[in-house]
């Protein structure tokens, strides 16, 4: 399903719609880390201007500094490791 109909079916009152727990809310519930790529922003006319929005969960984080990750604040954690892997599927694919 499409993100765009996922968010119309969302928003659309049901009476009889029944309460789902998130991806994210069962990883953590279950101590599991957590990482989503929600969506891919790209510029036809200035391609290095995309970017990508992705959510995660405190595990996910803490999981990246026992790896040696570091920054100031969650995103910048996150931002290190999503702009290496980066990197290195760039050198693999080279």
Do not use: H
Not at 11 to 20: C, E, F, G, Y
Not at 21 to 41: F, Q, R
């Amino acid at each position: 399903m499409k993100m765009l109909d996922k968010l119309k079916k969302a928003l659309t009152p049901n009476s009889k719609k029944k309460k789902s727990i998130s991806d994210k809310d069962k990883a953590t519930a279950m101590g599991e880390p957590y990482i989503e790529v929600v969506s891919v922003n790209f510029d036809k006319a200035s391609p290095g201007d995309g970017f990508f929005e992705l959510e995660w969960n405190k595990i996910f984080v803490q999981s990246l500094q026992d790896a040696g990750y570091s920054g100031t604040d969650e995103d910048e954690i996150v931002d290190a490791w999503f702009t290496g892997l980066c990197r290195q599927i760039a050198e693999d694919e080279g």
